[in-house]
């Protein structure tokens, strides 16, 4: 055993030193057995969870900071979609035995740094050891006014369907990211590079469009699966079809770079998940201002198709294809 895994701080001394720093006043200093949230009067909580292994969800050489970063942006982008204004997180994080401090003070950098930029502060957790791999799981709290929550059941025909920021990134980050890169990699510039895999690594959940979808969508949720896979989900729990232009679907341009040296990556950038932008639909009447008001506030949202009657029929427009049936979503089975 190293001197440094014997030096190591024990449970409450390493809860004081990396994870009570980032605690709001609903943590109540982390020296509880549990937080507090007080959402006002007129308002309901919504809550959401996600779970991070190590080589399920990220590699276990990834830098901490972005580790840290990502399992709470993953919660922060189901929230948004929910049109909720974050409040607080739970993090129970099982640390491998040969953890160190280094790592452990670079992950809650980066867990710190999103979660003071969302507003959204840690209220409480648990950590533990394990024999397996770096496991972290996150629940995230927000608030939204009653009745105010954007379900993924409310698209309705003729409602226009829309998609913020860029579609693909992730899933190229990820190849661009891994150990074994294809042969198109080589063909992108270094920025190119470097910002697909940033984007694989730290995505940007959409907070900033709570408030805007709260007021004018019928429906939304996050593209974490991959964006045919998604709106799938969406149809089908709203019990309506669409009509989607592929051709119209927003790309970066490293990812149209990324294209341009292989075509046939479109099908990876429609179903490959890890973007983390919000899907959602709004009636005709909404749109402008909806899209004005993401605008206003830094999101892009582009019109890419229509809700049509038909339970989960969809035909696909533009120059692309459906992608192959059993490809159409990342699954986590």
């Not at 003729?158 to 891994?178: E, N, P, Q, Y």
Request: proline share 8%.
């Amino acid at each position: 055993m190293s001197d440094e895994t014997c030096q190591r701080p024990g449970e409450f001394e390493l809860i004081a030193r990396y994870f009570a720093p980032l605690a709001g006043p609903g943590g109540l200093g982390l020296i509880d057995d549990a937080g507090l949230l007080r959402p006002g009067r007129g308002y309901e909580v919504v809550v959401t969870a996600d779970a991070l292994v190590a080589g399920v969800h990220f590699f276990p050489v990834d830098p901490p900071a972005a580790i840290g970063w990502k399992a709470l942006a993953v919660n922060l982008s189901d929230l948004a979609a929910k049109g909720a204004k974050p409040e607080g997180f739970v993090l129970t994080i099982a640390l491998p035995r040969d953890w160190t401090e280094a790592w452990l003070d670079a992950f809650a950098e980066g867990l710190g740094r999103l979660a003071k930029d969302a507003g959204c502060p840690l209220i409480g957790g648990d950590t533990v050891s394990t024999p397996g791999p770096l496991t972290l799981s996150i629940t995230a709290f927000g608030v939204v006014p009653a009745g105010r929550m954007v379900r993924r059941t409310g698209a309705k025909p003729g409602d226009v369907v829309l998609v913020s920021g860029t579609i693909g990134d992730g899933a190229l980050g990820l190849k661009v990211h891994g150990p074994d890169q294809p042969g198109w990699v080589a063909a992108l510039d270094a920025q190119e590079r470097g910002f697909l895999a940033d984007r694989y690594l730290r995505p940007q959940p959409r907070h900033a469009l709570a408030k805007v979808l709260q007021q004018h969508a019928s429906a939304a949720m996050d593209v974490s699966d991959g964006l045919i896979g998604d709106l799938g989900k969406l149809l089908k729990a709203s019990g309506v079809g669409a009509e989607i232009d592929l051709d119209t679907v927003p790309l970066s341009a490293p990812a149209r770079a990324a294209l341009m040296a292989d075509p046939a990556l479109a099908e990876l950038a429609w179903t490959g998940g890890d973007d983390y932008e919000i899907l959602c639909t709004a009636p005709d009447g909404e749109v402008f201002t909806l899209v004005g008001a993401a605008a206003e506030a830094g999101i892009p949202l582009t019109a890419i198709g229509r809700i049509v009657a038909g339970p989960g029929a969809v035909r696909y427009g533009g120059k692309g294809e459906r992608p192959a049936s059993g490809s159409s979503s990342y699954s986590h089975f």
